[in-house]
């Protein structure tokens, strides 16, 4: 069964660095991109970044030169470096699969509270 888990939230200041986790289960027999969103009270999902199998990647305006996405694939495993936090980075950040082929759905994490005070 398909899983996705995120971790690593919390709360720090402005300027501040937080690294987020996903770990992504169930995917085994599929070819798939890791996409990482966040969303505030009230807005729409906004996209942050992804990363494909062969660790291309590609970020929001809002976050490029801050925040930098990896990934261990052995370990099922994507990551989110986000550096100088600012306020408006607020936001609860989810993990989602982006299915290439094979049969395998996609799928949300629960999200992680992310929390930068000025």
């Known amino acids: 069964q398909a899983q996705v888990v995120e971790s690593g939230g919390g709360s720090v200041q402005a300027g501040g660095s937080l690294t987020l986790s996903c770990i992504v289960s169930g995917y085994s027999r599929c070819i798939y991109d890791m996409r990482w969103y966040r969303q505030t009270p009230g807005k729409e999902r906004e996209f942050v970044s992804e990363?494909?199998?062969?660790?291309?990647?590609v970020y929001a305006d809002s976050v490029k030169g801050r925040f930098t996405t990896s990934q261990d694939r052995i370990a099922n495993t994507v990551y989110l470096h986000m550096t100088s936090l600012k306020p408006e980075d607020t936001a609860t950040y989810y993990c989602?699969?982006?299915?290439?082929?094979?049969?395998?759905?996609?799928?949300w994490g629960q999200g992680t509270q992310v929390t930068v005070s000025s």
């Open positions: 989602r699969t982006n299915v290439l082929s094979g049969h395998c759905s996609d799928a």
């Open positions: 990363i494909d199998g062969g660790s291309g990647t």
